[in-house]
T-cell receptor
Framework: GAGVSQSPSNKVTEKGKDVELRCDPI?????LYWYRQSLGQGLEFLIY????????KSGLPSDRFSAERTGGSVSTLTIQRTQQEDSAVYLC????????????FGDGTRLSIL | QKEVEQNSGPLSVPEGAIASLNCTYS??????FFWYRQYSGKSPELIMS????GDKEDGRFTAQLNKASQYVSLLIRDSQPSDSATYLC??????????FGTGTSLTVIP
């Protein structure tokens, strides 16, 4: 079965440009999470969607970051006016509803800001 | 602020030994506990989940949970060089929000 799909796998862009990262969760998974992981560091929570509820945006580091989830499925993370410190791997995960449901991760998007 | 603490390591064990990885968490309301393995340059993959106090075994892996002490651990028996990775502890609350530790780096020496 298909896992969490993220695209692009790699993105190189110039400072100041906007980027969009896409996540397609596992079918039937109502929860979707975005994380950022800098080299050698742990997972930094960004945002969490659960079904049709309002997303938990508490981890977004600045107003340059936004995310949406259309139709309860695909999600797009947008970073505006990128800065060099935005360079990292952006990971998406999804899970079924329920307290005992683990997250399943995509392969991530490696973002490099020149 | 809900916190999950792990020793960052690095933890080195000889091949065939038992590797013991530990994790503590701050939120007594936490419901579910997971261990993920992350190889360098790869995304985390789930290896164990545990929900009740006690031990849960899966092959060479044993997860241990003690809710009273707010402590969860992972034991890897007969460690292999292929077990060398960073191990992430994750704790989920009743709202399905996950909190990850920063991970423990494990090296198994042949």
């Amino acid at each position: 079965g298909a896992g969490v799909s993220q695209s692009p796998s790699n993105k190189v862009t110039e400072k100041g440009k906007d980027v969009e990262l896409r996540c397609d969760p596992i079918s039937g998974h109502t929860a979707l999470y975005w994380y950022r992981q800098s080299l050698g560091q742990g997972l930094e929570f960004l945002i969490y969607f659960q079904g049709n509820s309002a997303p938990d945006k508490s981890g977004l580091p600045s107003d340059r970051f936004s995310a949406e989830r259309t139709g309860g499925s695909v999600s797009t993370l947008t970073i505006q006016r990128t800065q060099q410190e935005d360079s990292a791997v952006y990971l998406c995960a999804s899970s079924r509803r329920g307290r005992d449901q683990p997250q399943h991760f995509g392969d991530g998007t490696r973002l490099s800001i020149l | 602020q809900k916190e999950v603490e792990q020793n960052s390591g690095p933890l080195s064990v000889p091949e065939g030994a038992i590797a013991s990885l530990n994790c503590t968490y701050s939120d007594r309301g936490s419901q579910s506990f997971f261990w993920y393995r992350q190889y360098s340059g790869k995304s985390p993959e789930l290896i164990m989940s545990i929900y009740s106090n006690g031990d849960k075994e899966d092959g060479r892996f044993t997860a241990q949970l003690n809710k009273a002490s707010q402590y969860v651990s992972l034991l890897i028996r007969d460690s292999q060089p292929s077990d060398s990775a960073t191990y992430l502890c994750a704790v989920a609350d009743t709202g399905n929000q996950f909190y990850f530790g920063t991970g423990t780096s494990l090296t198994v020496i042949p």
